[in-house]
């Protein structure tokens, strides 16, 4: 607390991400990286950018400013998912992305100027509420069914009551792993054709349905991607959003109101070589699903509820153990995996990262080791 800090300052709550420790032999299961490095494309890409047949010509790739509107990486991504250029907007990571539609899309009142509200599930991506009290947006939170999944139905019905300004939703869900099927979307389109639906599909390249080929027939949908997950690139910084051409200006003029070269030159060229490299895309999403379905086997095996998971993490819960206990056991193992102490329905599980093989191994035998011989 400081008095030089402004008002709005004194009331934000910001997000906490996971640790990321610098221990030796750490196993990571907390954040949900990917287990194995990028393309090898994308460091060849980077080191060519600042290579250069001379030292001047690298140094004058670094004098000059980036390409403000990525042109070219909005090209490419167009062309990845069947798009027109003009539906394509990028951004320093999804997060930014996200920021800049609720600003741009999801913050609207009524002709009174009272807050119409935007509506989530009450077990979701904790950035949404964060950046609501950053930019003054009333949240109304939709709760998840006794199984934790996402009801279309009760979305729309808590739309119509509230009188919603907009929906935004992982999917699949953050941190349940579970999906909503691609026509109960649509039906969610079809319903509120006057509010601006925000799908947030961090996760979807593991196994979930896309809400891409909606886009088409409903200029109401934004959907936002991420290189940071499927692709291994969380350290580059690099995400999208794909809908009609009106909503992506929206976001552009957000963006042009604060920075204008949002990716740098190496996170543009480290993008396209990904985004190229789609065999190791392929190959590497298959192995996280293979990896997710042996250690769901594995966790229920050691007497986990598991949820069915569409991500590259596990939501899992012991019905004999207490979650934050067995975190910390793990921990002490050099293992590390994340615990929500809030919202209560869900502090009894950890969220696993999916590993490689090894370490999918060595966590279950370090929690077959706490669990002990009783289970
Ligand atoms: C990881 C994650 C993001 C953000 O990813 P960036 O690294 O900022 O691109 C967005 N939404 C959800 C649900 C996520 O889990």
């Avoid at 979807?204 to 088409?216: H, N, R, T, Y």
Wanted: hydrophobic share 45%; net charge negative; aromatic share 6%.
């Amino acid at each position: 607390m400081s008095r030089y800090w402004s008002p709005l300052v004194h009331t934000l709550s910001p997000y906490v991400p996971g640790e990321q420790p610098k221990i030796a032999q750490l196993i990571k299961l907390n954040t949900n990286e990917h287990p194995w490095p990028p393309s090898p494309k994308v460091a060849e890409a980077i080191a060519a950018e600042l290579a250069g047949s001379t030292v001047d010509e690298a140094g004058e790739r670094l004098r000059l400013y980036p390409d403000p509107s990525a042109a070219a990486l909005r090209a490419t991504l167009a062309d990845v998912h069947g798009l027109d250029a003009a539906q394509v907007f990028v951004g320093n990571g999804s997060d930014e992305v996200l920021a800049h539609a609720f600003q741009a899309l999801l913050n609207h009142r009524r002709a009174d100027g009272s807050a119409r509200p935007l509506l989530y599930p009450d077990i979701t991506y904790s950035f949404y509420p964060t950046y609501c009290r950053l930019y003054g947006i009333t949240p109304q939170t939709v709760a998840l069914d006794a199984h934790l999944q996402l009801r279309v139905d009760d979305l729309i019905d808590a739309a119509r009551t509230h009188d919603a300004g907009g929906v935004v939703f992982p999917n699949p869900n953050a941190p349940t792993g579970c999906g909503v099927a691609r026509a109960e979307i649509e039906r969610l389109l079809v319903a509120l054709p006057d509010t601006v639906v925000v799908v947030d599909e961090a996760y979807v390249d593991f196994g979930a349905e896309s809400a891409v080929p909606l886009i088409a027939a409903h200029p109401n949908l934004l959907v936002v991607h991420t290189l940071s997950k499927s692709r291994a690139l969380a350290g580059l910084r690099v995400g999208y959003a794909l809908g009609h051409a009106e909503l992506i200006d929206a976001l552009v003029r957000v963006k042009d109101s604060f920075n204008s070269y949002p990716l740098d030159r190496l996170a543009l060229v480290g993008a396209q070589a990904a985004l190229a490299d789609s065999d190791w895309f392929t190959r590497a999403c298959r192995a996280v699903s293979d990896s997710r379905a042996k250690l769901s086997a594995e966790l229920a095996a050691l007497g986990f509820d598991v949820l069915p998971s569409q991500a590259n993490f596990v939501f899992a819960a012991h019905p004999r153990h207490d979650a934050a206990t067995l975190a910390r056991a793990l921990r002490e193992r050099a293992i590390l995996v994340r615990h929500f102490s809030r919202p209560e329905r869900i502090a009894d599980r950890l969220r696993i990262t999916i590993g490689t093989p090894a370490q999918c191994d060595a966590l279950v035998a370090a929690l077959r080791d706490i669990l002990g011989p009783q289970g």
